[in-house]
T-cell receptor
Framework: AQSVTQPDIHITVSEGASLELRCNYSYGATPYLFWYVQSPGQGLQLLLKYFSGDTLVQGIKGFEAEFKRSQSSFNLRKPSVHWSDAAEYFC????????????????FGKGTHLIIQP | GAVVSQHPSRVICKSGTSVKIECRSLDFQATTMFWYRQFPKQSLMLMATSNEGSKATYEQGVEKDKFLINHASLTLSTLTVTSAHPEDSSFYICSITRGETQYFGPGTRLLVL
């Protein structure tokens, strides 16, 4: 069965400092990996995704993530955080539906709550 | 990307009543939509896969007779919570698939009294 682990429930970072959010996954085949951000009471916004190719992927808002197959990890990074980055971040894994009809439902990690200190 | 809307954004109902939540794909014809549930301060859990013109596929542990899904067109899927109880109170989020990427609606917060 597939699973996603986000080991950090909360992370506090000073504004302007760098950020790394950890994500480890378990998946039986080549995974599709995603990072989503959720602000309070809001839906999820896609930050970036990895399907294949270059293992360092760039996303919106200055975020990037690196896929490391040997470590089953897909950590999210940002060189300098802004106060507006405070939110809940979810890592998710998915794949091709067994029926072959496109993408499968996603399995999410429990999320990391990012707090930005002034 | 893709734009997904949900209606209503929040609903309060009495225990024992049924509530219908709509999920619309505004700029893309979606043959597949997903329904997730998110309890407070927890992650999203996939409930079911909604396929246009066919029966939905439910995840293990999700009661199909309680959570009725209808995907009658390529732009609309509905989730009906039948005979709702307080434990059904949650944040329900739908998503559509465009290629390999899922795009999520803003969610519907259900409170059952």
């Amino acid at each position: 069965a597939q699973s996603v682990t986000q080991p950090d429930i909360h992370i506090t970072v000073s504004e302007g400092a760098s950020l790394e959010l950890r994500c480890n996954y378990s998946y039986g085949a080549t995974p599709y990996l995603f990072w989503y951000v959720q602000s309070p009471g809001q839906g999820l916004q896609l930050l970036l995704k990895y399907f294949s190719g270059d293992t360092l992927v760039q996303g919106i808002k200055g975020f990037e993530a690196e896929f490391k197959r040997s470590q089953s990890s897909f950590n999210l990074r940002k060189p300098s955080v802004h106060w507006s980055d405070a939110a809940e971040y979810f890592c998710a894994v998915g794949g091709v539906a067994e029926s072959g009809g496109g993408a499968d439902g996603l399995t999410f990690g429990k999320g990391t709550h990012l707090i930005i200190q002034p | 990307g893709a734009v997904v809307s949900q209606h209503p954004s929040r609903v309060i109902c009495k225990s024992g009543t049924s509530v219908k939540i709509e999920c619309r794909s505004l700029d893309f014809q979606a043959t597949t939509m997903f329904w997730y549930r998110q309890f407070p301060k927890q992650s999203l859990m996939l409930m079911a896969t909604s396929n246009e013109g066919s029966k939905a596929t439910y995840e293990q542990g999700v009661e199909k007779d309680k959570f009725l899904i209808n995907h009658a067109s390529l732009t609309l899927s509905t989730l009906t919570v039948t005979s709702a109880h307080p434990e059904d109170s949650s944040f329900y989020i739908c998503s559509i698939t465009r290629g390999e990427t899922q795009y999520f609606g803003p969610g519907t917060r259900l409170l059952v009294l």
